[in-house]
């Protein structure tokens, strides 16, 4: 016994996917264009924003080793909490301004590190 719900829905699936694979290319290329326009509108506008964004006064940097950062940080990925504390431990630093904070010590102690290098520039 044949359903006449799928009698009725057959000959239109035929008809739609030899509609989709003749127009696809069309649409494809017409998706890309006003994807492509878009996205550099959203590019301009994006560029335009951070030309206006001055650089800041301070800047702090809390570094931290991979193996410290990883046991603290216990609610993400491990491998993605080490790949980011590396990436910090990797980078140079020295002409960004950022001052260098040793976040691998207790609160307490960085938080007193932050509170005199902030006075300091003051």
Known sequence: MVSPGRDRKEPYERRSRHYQSWSRPRQDRARARAQS???AR???WE???YDRITAPDLAFLLQVD???AVARKKNEPADYVRQRAQLTWETDWSRSGARIIDAAQP????VAALKSELW???
């Not at 609160?107 to 960085?110: N, Y």
Request: net charge positive; charged share 35%.
């Open 120 to 122: 300091r520039t003051l």
């Open 66 to 68: 991979p193996e410290t």
């Open 37 to 39: 326009r878009f996205a």
């Open 107 to 110: 609160l307490t102690q960085v």
């Open 47 to 49: 560029r335009r924003y």
């Open 42 to 44: 959203i590019r301009r």
